[in-house]
């Protein structure tokens, strides 16, 4: 194996803190970029005992130097309560990360990842999304900040491959859950467990009947690290989520029955531009990386509610 010097922005989030740990695991070392914004040190804490491990407090929307080989770039609010509190530094957070992130990679020849969203999808009108779709997003809504500001890094990643050969891999993530969610994330799954553990009310917003599709933690963080190692020419875009489609009064039936609660349904009013329905075509990441997700979520749910058992 090659020991890779390895950067992660947005490391101390959620899927950023997992991801830190499983490269350390392969072998590799690892510098963790991260402005604390809705990650905590505490995701790592049980990192910084490794030498080979590198904890570094910085805004992604300032330049960074450093000498690596790969960069995964996560750094971004990916809870919609948490991008639409600082809607303008959320845009920042995407477009000049990654022309930070993208300016480093020219500079060092280093390849970079961008973890992109299956929101440049917007509100779908084809079902399920495969990555030749363009989407369908309104540019000046309450979701638009991330959107956005996701579809602008999009193409500067592209840009900066076309223009000046930067090695790069577009990744677009649909719904993912598991240990480390923050229990005040404010993301749908996390929420339902937090409130049937503490008897508290589930909040369904809308009626309940708009889909999802949830991959687990770990099934999402391989097939990360297998786009990042796969053959040059493959950049992507490229969906990785689990195509299992869940309504969230199933999310919440099914949340009730594990954690064995006697929560109530409450429902609130939909946000506005909620997507109606969303599941990931992966025939693209079967193909070029082999991947597909392998933990149901049923199994998912047991995990991370014995996670949130812990802590809530
Ligand atoms: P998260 O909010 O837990 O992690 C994001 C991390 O980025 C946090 O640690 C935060 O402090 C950091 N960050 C935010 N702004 C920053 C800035 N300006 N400079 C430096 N660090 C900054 O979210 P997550 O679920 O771990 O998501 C990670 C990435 O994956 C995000 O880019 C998100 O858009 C993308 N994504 C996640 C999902 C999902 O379901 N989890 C779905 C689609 C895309
Ligand atoms: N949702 C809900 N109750 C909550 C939180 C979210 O019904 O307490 C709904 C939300 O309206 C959306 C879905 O769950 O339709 C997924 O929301 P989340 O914020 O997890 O992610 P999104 O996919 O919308 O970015």
Redesign the pocket.
């Known amino acids: 194996m090659i020991k890779k010097k390895i950067l992660v ?9 997992q991801l830190c740990e499983k490269l350390l695991n392969q072998g590799h070392e690892v510098v963790c ?8 040190k505490q ?1 790592v804490v049980n990192l910084l005992k490794n030498p080979y491990f590198e904890l570094i407090r ?4 300032m330049p960074f130097f450093i000498e690596v080989d790969e960069i995964y ?7 919609p309560v ?1 991008y639409q509190y600082n809607p303008i ?1 959320t845009v ?2 995407s477009v000049m ?1 990654a022309i930070n992130m993208l300016g480093l990679a020219k500079r060092i020849r280093a390849k970079v990842l961008q ?5 440049v999808y917007g509100d779908p009108e084809i079902h399920p999304q495969t990555e030749s779709y363009w989407g369908h997003v309104n540019p000046i809504g309450l979701r638009s900040c ?1 959107d956005e500001g ?1 579809r602008v890094a999009e193409t500067l990643f592209m840009n900066y491959h076309q223009q000046n050969n930067v090695r790069i891999k577009l990744m ?6 598991g240990p480390k ?2 229990p005040h ?1 404010g ?1 749908v799954v996390s929420n339902f467990i937090v409130q049937a553990l503490n008897g508290e009310d589930i909040t369904i917003y809308g009626n309940g009947s708009q889909t999802r599709s949830f ?1 687990y933690v770990d099934d ?1 963080l391989e097939g990360m690290v297998r786009l990042m190692n796969s053959r040059e020419d493959f950049i992507g875009p490229v969906n990785i989520g689990n195509p299992g489609e869940f309504t969230m009064i199933e999310l919440a039936e099914l949340v009730l029955k594990l954690t064995d609660s006697h929560s109530k349904l409450v429902f609130m009013p939909l946000p506005s531009d909620d997507p109606l329905q969303r599941k990931p075509d992966i025939t693209l990441a079967k193909k070029e990386l082999g991947w597909e997700p392998t933990i149901p979520l049923e199994e998912g749910l047991k995990r991370t509610i014995a996670y949130f058992k812990t802590i809530v």
Not at 73 to 79: D, F, K
Not at 115 to 119: D, I, L, P
Not at 172 to 177: E, G, V
Request: proline letters at 2%; charged letters at 15%.
């Open positions: 922005t947005g490391g101390a989030g959620f899927l950023g803190s970029l991260d402005n604390y914004f809705t990650g905590q995701n910085h805004d992604v929307t770039n996560l750094a971004c609010p990916a809870s948490h530094k920042k957070t990360g973890a992109s969203t299956s929101e991330y996701k677009r993530i649909f719904n993912t859950y969610m923050h994330d993301r991959c999402l």
